[in-house]
């Protein structure tokens, strides 16, 4: 298997312009999560879905976070209108349930 | 917020020496897992204890989880260069598979 894959690996975009990441979790996986890896937080958890349905979006920062699952092999989450606070090294990993496999992340830059 | 906090923040031993990395958290957990990020990477499930164990061993690690004290212990023995890392605990608390990240130790092993 690929592993988790995740599109595209490097985005620098301007203020307020929209940003899509994408997602392609291991075949047969049923959870998907959406973390965020900065120095001053660390690992955030954004969401996770279960069997393509959400379960818990706490941490979704704000209505300018939205994240879909619109099956079981393709994940987004998209940030409309980026700041420059959103950039971060954004992670999807996907799970059986005993352990997390992590794609290789998106660097985001918002200038 | 950070349900785990590692202890050392870093760490800088000779190859062949034996590492130990310390993790405390905050409330009851249904099982811990330590995690392996090498720099710029994403990172990688080393192994899961449950709530109902003590110990656990996978080659070269060894990890211990003392529930009275909500904290759990990574040891790496004869460390090689190739740990050079850092190292997360990570927990599963409730009754879904919400994984939360602790602040993380930076290994590093020098030849």
């Known amino acids: 298997d690929a592993g988790v894959i995740q599109s595209p690996r490097h985005e620098v975009t301007e203020m307020g312009q929209e940003v899509t990441l994408r997602c392609k979790p291991i075949s047969g996986h049923d959870y998907l999560f959406w973390y965020r890896q900065t120095m001053m937080r660390g690992l955030e958890l954004l969401i996770y879905f279960n069997n393509n349905v959400p379960i818990d979006d706490s941490g979704m920062p704000e209505d300018r976070f939205s994240a879909k699952m619109p099956n079981a092999s393709f994940s987004t989450l998209k940030i409309q209108p980026s700041e420059p606070r959103d950039s971060a090294v954004y992670f999807c990993?996907?799970?059986?349930?005993?352990?997390?496999?992590f794609g290789p992340g998106t660097r985001l830059t918002v200038t | 917020s950070q349900q785990g906090e590692e202890d050392p923040q870093a760490l800088s031993i000779q190859e062949g020496e034996n590492a130990t990395m310390n993790c405390s958290y905050k409330t009851s957990i249904n099982n811990l897992q330590w995690y392996r990020q090498n720099s710029g990477r994403g990172l990688v499930h080393l192994i899961l204890?449950?709530?109902?164990?003590r110990e656990k061993h996978s080659g070269r690690l060894r990890v211990t989880l003392d529930t009275s004290k909500k904290s759990s212990s990574l040891l790496i023995t004869a460390s090689r260069a190739a740990d050079t890392a850092s190292y997360f605990c990570a927990t599963v608390t409730g009754g879904g598979n919400k994984l939360t990240f602790g602040t993380g130790t930076q290994l590093k092993v020098e030849l």
């Open positions: 990993a996907s799970s059986l349930g005993q352990g997390l496999y």
């Open positions: 204890i449950r709530s109902n164990e």
